[in-house]
């Protein structure tokens, strides 16, 4: 499996490498918002030991309605990461939608992630690959694991092997994801380590203005995950998540983050 080092701190990928966590509030909804989440993540996962990576989106290009809330755009947004980055000393991450945005990003993110739903847009892939940086590609809603060999190859297409691949559910009907959680070694065996996204898997998408979904199966999705061997773990994380202004029915909150880094410090693999 192909492994790498994430901005100089922690390695990814190997088989003796600790599980890293990407958490954040889903969009950046406000500086403080972005400091407060960030300083309490850091706090969580020193005192278990675990790797983290910060992730905030400035922007949410495929909310449902026109009049959700997008974020503070490209220019903003990538200042607020930025200063994450100085304050609290954290690789930090963010969506990237359009192929244009992936140079100026690039000079803020240590990882550039693809939406799901942009996942075989070879475009983005490319321009992306292009950066050097690590690429987290989600796996669509509408593919199967095999399926993401030809995204990533799109990405290696460039010379950047530096790869990671993401499960987040599959559609099921209407309004509905499921985890086949045999996605994740399915996607290992391609040689790229593997995130699995416990919130955004909880998601029922479709059905009106928002997307639906139900935190509480969270806990449930991510020890599985974790059973099974994913290489890091992704978790939209606010203080308030019901009152969030994306995802605000599948984010978890800090003592749910916590219980969860508690069982992924303590976790044996048999």
Do not use: W
């Not at 992630?113 to 796996?139: M, S, W, Y």
């Not at 939209?236 to 202004?245: D, I, N």
Request: net charge neutral; glycine share 8%.
């Amino acid at each position: 499996m192909n492994s790498f080092n994430v901005s100089n701190k922690f390695e990814v990928g190997g088989s003796n490498n600790k599980v890293a966590v990407i958490a954040g509030p889903c969009v950046i909804e406000s500086r403080e918002l972005v400091l407060e989440v960030a300083g309490k993540l850091k706090e969580i996962c020193s005192k278990y030991n675990i790797p983290l990576i910060f992730k905030s989106s400035y922007d949410k290009a495929n909310r449902t309605s026109i009049e959700s809330f997008r974020g503070p755009g490209l220019e903003k947004g990538l200042q607020i990461l930025s200063d994450v980055k100085d304050q609290f000393k954290l690789p930090v991450t963010s969506d990237v939608h359009e192929p244009n945005q992936a140079k100026p990003a690039s000079e803020v993110l240590d990882i550039i992630q693809i939406p799901a739903f942009l996942c075989r847009q070879t475009d983005l892939l490319i321009e992306a690959g292009k950066t050097g940086k690590v690429i987290n590609v989600k796996k669509g809603q509408f593919l199967d694991a095999e399926g993401m060999e030809f995204v990533a190859n799109k990405v290696s297409s460039t010379g950047n092997k530096k790869i990671m691949l993401t499960e987040r559910g599959t559609t099921f009907g209407y309004n509905n994801l499921v985890v086949d959680m045999r996605n994740i070694p399915k996607m290992k065996s391609l040689g790229f380590p593997v995130v699995f996204d416990g919130t955004h898997s909880v998601q029922e998408p479709g059905g009106g203005a928002t997307t639906g979904g139900n935190r509480d199966f969270v806990p449930y999705l991510t020890r599985a995950a974790i059973s099974v061997g994913i290489d890091l773990l992704f978790l939209e994380v606010h203080p308030q998540p019901s009152k969030g202004l994306s995802d605000a029915a599948n984010m978890i909150d800090y003592d749910m983050f916590e219980q969860l880094m508690k069982f992924l410090a303590n976790f044996e693999y048999s």
